[in-house]
Nanobody
Framework: QVQLVESGGGLVQAGGSLRLSCAAS????????MAWFRQVPGKEREFVAA????????YYANSVKGRFTISRDSAKNTVYLQMSSLKPEDTAVYYC??????????????????WGQGTQVTVSS
């Protein structure tokens, strides 16, 4: 089992920045591909960004490319999502996800086995 705990959400004005953190515990963090998804009420969970087990490969949704950066610190068992130039449409609950995989990085939510509880991000206009 892997336990994931997100933090760093909050209220920010449009154009501002936030950094989300996801602390992992349980099985060795190094064996897991990690991702961030987000969800607003009434909509499906949406892919935001993903990173390979090594950190060498990253993937982004078109809507956040150039504004968000995903990274991981294996020494701290933590994955980050640095969000800049935030827009009101970025408002959502952000979830961290993990899957034990060292080949390929899934981009769809159903391919992930472990999820955090979510952290709210609200961007005011």
């Amino acid at each position: 089992q892997v336990q994931l705990v997100e933090s760093g959400g909050g209220l920010v004005q449009a154009g501002g920045s936030l950094r989300l953190s996801c602390a992992a515990s349980g099985r060795p963090f190094i064996n897991y591909a990690m991702a961030w998804f987000r969800q607003v009420p009434g909509k499906e969970r949406e892919f935001v960004a993903a990173i390979s087990w090594s950190g060498g490969n990253t993937y982004y949704a078109n809507s956040v490319k150039g504004r968000f950066t995903i990274s991981r610190d294996s020494a701290k068992n933590t994955v980050y999502l640095q969000m800049s130039s935030l827009k009101p449409e970025d408002t959502a609950v952000y979830y961290c996800a993990a899957v034990g995989r060292r080949v390929g990085v899934p981009l769809r939510s159903h391919e992930y086995d472990y999820w955090g509880q979510g952290t709210q991000v609200t961007v005011s206009s």
